[in-house]
């Protein structure tokens, strides 16, 4: 005979078809909430994913992966800094920065900005913006010639194309209380606009202006950068090699990318939990929907339990039975909310855009997110937790029924039969 009884015997119950219509639909609709809960949550947290690289991917395109710096003071020798990096674990790209607060306008039109000098020879190496250019080239970007390379949306704001002309208004710095007006007034440069970039992040694209280092020096009467940025070829990686390269450079201090962008990437943590927490409700209304239909099968089955007592059962053994057959209603529904949910995450890229020619409608506009297809990230982690979760619900939701089904007495199950 098989082994063990309770086992069988719990098999035997959820596969029988002598169930009542009612008790046999509750069964189902618990086997799929439960099935559309963990694929619901598999790919929405691989969609959520998906969404974190690729908000990390476009931040890091020009916000580059660490920066070293001296407190805001000029790194004077900021070649021979780079020079000391050079073979360091890991690095791919060093190239200095300097970064400055300034209010571009045009005619009419002004606009906040970051105005950043940068070397067009070095700057390929940690920032994609060479590749992101929609007009001109990085390399237009020449000492002396006063060009600038405005964000496609910062351009838009002041509208203006390649060959306006811009003017950078930057502050002259803290002045004592004593001082005449023309001593603190502020700073203006023309420059002329030579070309324009998109990387497909408003922070970046509507904020950022690229200058030459030299005149970005020349500007804030500095003698040098105030930072160097560096790459690395592993992201994830990078806080920890970002720290053993600073230790070749000694006096700068080292800021990663998760604590120079660390907000975005809080909220995006954040709004992957608070999606997977509501989620889970789906599994839990499925949890119910169990404890119902083992509820119904203890009430159904009190004469077959009786005997099954009778015939030397232990009470231990009529638990296992009906928590057999309330796991197998988890164990089947989570495989199969694990197979659908994977073949949905790993295939929105197709889904997603079958259903927008269908219905004729845009689940996330191109012109709003900058993103035309939505991108999805399994990580098995999250598959693991999932599928461990709703396991973990579907065997608490088996202790109340089982446990009621075991305190069934014998004698009194048997008395009206």
């Known amino acids: 005979m098989f082994q063990p009884l ?19 639909f509750i069964t189902w609709v618990s086997l799929l909430g439960v099935a559309v809960g963990v694929a619901a949550l598999i790919t929405v947290l691989s969609v959520m994913n998906g969404f974190e690289t690729e908000l990390r991917t476009r931040l890091l395109s020009v916000s580059a992966d660490a920066v070293l710096r001296d407190g805001g003071a000029a790194i004077p020798d900021w070649r021979g800094r780079i020079a000391s990096l050079r073979g360091s ?75 306006d002309d811009v003017t950078v208004m930057i502050p002259s710095g803290d002045a004592p209380s004593d001082a005449r007006y023309s001593e603190f007034a502020p700073r203006l440069q023309e420059f002329q606009v030579v070309g324009t970039f998109e990387v497909g992040l408003q ?24 930072g160097i940025r560096l790459k690395f070829n592993d992201v994830l990686q990078s806080p920890r090699l970002a720290r053993v390269a600073a230790r070749r450079v000694p006096g700068l201090s080292v800021r990663d990318w998760t604590q120079q962008d660390a907000v975005f990437f809080r909220a995006v943590r954040i709004e992957k939990t608070m999606m997977g927490l509501i989620l889970m409700l789906i599994v839990a209304v499925a949890v119910f929907n169990i404890v119902a239909t083992l509820v119904m099968v203890v009430n159904d089955k009190r004469t077959d339990i009786a005997i099954l007592r009778t015939l030397g059962m232990t009470p231990r053994g009529v638990l296992a039975v009906f928590m057999t057959q309330g796991l197998l209603i988890g164990w089947v529904g989570t495989a199969l909310g694990v197979v659908l949910g994977l073949t949905l995450a790993f295939n929105v890229g197709t889904i997603v855009p079958f259903l927008q020619n269908t219905f004729g409608f845009y689940i996330m506009d191109p012109r709003v997110y900058y993103l035309s297809t939505i991108p999805s ?40 039969e």
Do not use: W
């Open 377 to 416: 990230e399994p990580h098995a982690r999250d598959v693991v937790v999932i599928a461990i979760s709703a396991l973990l619900l579907t065997f608490a939701a088996t202790i109340y029924p089982s446990r009621r089904a075991a305190r069934t007495p014998p004698a009194e199950a048997l008395r009206y």
């Open 89 to 163: 674990q890991g690095l791919v790209g060093a190239a200095p920065y300097l970064d400055t607060d300034a209010i571009l306008s045009h005619g009419q039109s002004m606009s906040g900005a970051i105005v950043r000098g940068v070397d067009p020879a070095l700057d390929p190496t940690v920032s994609k913006v060479a590749v992101s250019m929609t007009q001109g080239r990085l390399s237009n970007l020449k000492p002396g010639l006063h060009g600038i390379i405005l964000g496609r949306m910062l351009a838009y704001k002041l509208q203006v194309g390649v060959g």
């Open 203 to 226: 922070e970046h694209d509507s904020v950022l202006a690229l200058i030459d280092l030299r005149d970005a020096e020349a500007l804030r009467n500095l003698q040098g950068p105030t």
């Open 6 to 24: 309770p086992v069988f015997v719990g098999l035997r119950y959820s596969l029988a078809r002598e169930h009542s219509f009612f008790v046999s």
